[in-house]
Nanobody
Framework: QVQLVESGGGSVQAGGSLRLSCVTS????????MAWFRQSPGKPRQMIAR???????IYADSVKGRFTISRQMSRDSIHLQMNDLKPEDSGVYFC???????????WGPGTQVTVSS
């Protein structure tokens, strides 16, 4: 049973930074990519950053140039460095393995990010 646990969220002012972490446990298929998702109030959960097994990274336009996804060498955790945060970045952030953009495992609790103007 794969478990995902996100951490690192908090409340910051616009322009601030946060670093999110996602720790995975259990046996995960190694060919899955990893991704960060964001769910803002009243909006569907959206993939905002993805890192492939060969470390190619892809970002949603809304976060490109401000967010950086990375993974630990052991590949059991990923991170999301978020800089120049904006109020519209507020929401609950989740990580998951993805295959063809579809999440593969049960969602973790997520971590709340609140950005005030």
């Amino acid at each position: 049973q794969v478990q995902l646990v996100e951490s690192g969220g908090g409340s910051v002012q616009a322009g601030g930074s946060l670093r999110l972490s996602c720790v995975t446990s259990g046996t995960m298929e190694r060919f899955f990519h990893m991704a960060w998702f964001r769910q803002s109030p009243g909006k569907p959960r959206q993939m905002i950053a993805r890192i492939w097994t060969n470390d190619i990274v892809i970002y949603a336009d809304s976060v490109k140039g401000r967010f950086t996804i990375s993974r630990q060498m052991s590949r059991d955790s990923i991170h999301l460095q978020m800089n120049d945060l904006k109020p519209e970045d507020s929401g609950v952030y989740f990580c998951n393995a993805v295959r063809e953009e579809s999440p593969q495992y049960p969602w973790g609790p997520g971590t709340q990010v609140t950005v005030s103007s």
